[in-house]
């Protein structure tokens, strides 16, 4: 069964932090790769963030690396994505979903299911 359920989605200063959640079922957290996403209204969806399934191998895109750090749980079969030093220009929708491949460098990942997406507004 393929389930991704997000949270932690918000409003939030420039320059503060958020952290995202994405809890997926066992099966989805051992056998595959889960990336986060986002769009903004008028632009095109942006790969953010993508973590292995196996050894935790990270990849992140250029706007956001050096701010944004992906994370596990192994016991809590959750996926992070703790957003500091946030801008105006992070403010998207933002999802997380399965991968159909490895993760590997932002550009050439590939989702398949998705979570519901959850909301990140950074304004003053």
């Known amino acids: 069964q393929v389930q991704l359920v997000e949270s932690g989605g918000g409003l939030v200063q420039p320059g503060g932090s958020l952290r995202l959640s994405c809890a997926a079922s066992a099966f989805i957290f051992d056998y595959r790769a889960i990336g986060w996403f986002r769009q903004a209204p008028g632009k095109e969806r942006e790969g953010v963030s993508c973590i292995s399934s196996r050894l935790g191998t990270t990849y992140y895109g250029d706007s956001v690396k050096g701010r944004f750090t992906i994370s596990r749980n192994n016991y809590k079969n959750t996926v992070y994505l703790q957003m500091n030093s946030l801008k105006p220009e992070d403010t998207a929708v933002y999802y997380c979903?399965?991968?159909?491949?490895?993760?590997?460098?932002?550009?050439?990942?590939?989702?398949?299911?998705w979570g519901q997406g959850t909301q990140v507004t950074v304004s003053s």
């Open positions: 979903a399965t991968l159909s491949g490895p993760c590997g460098p932002i550009a050439t990942i590939i989702p398949d299911y």
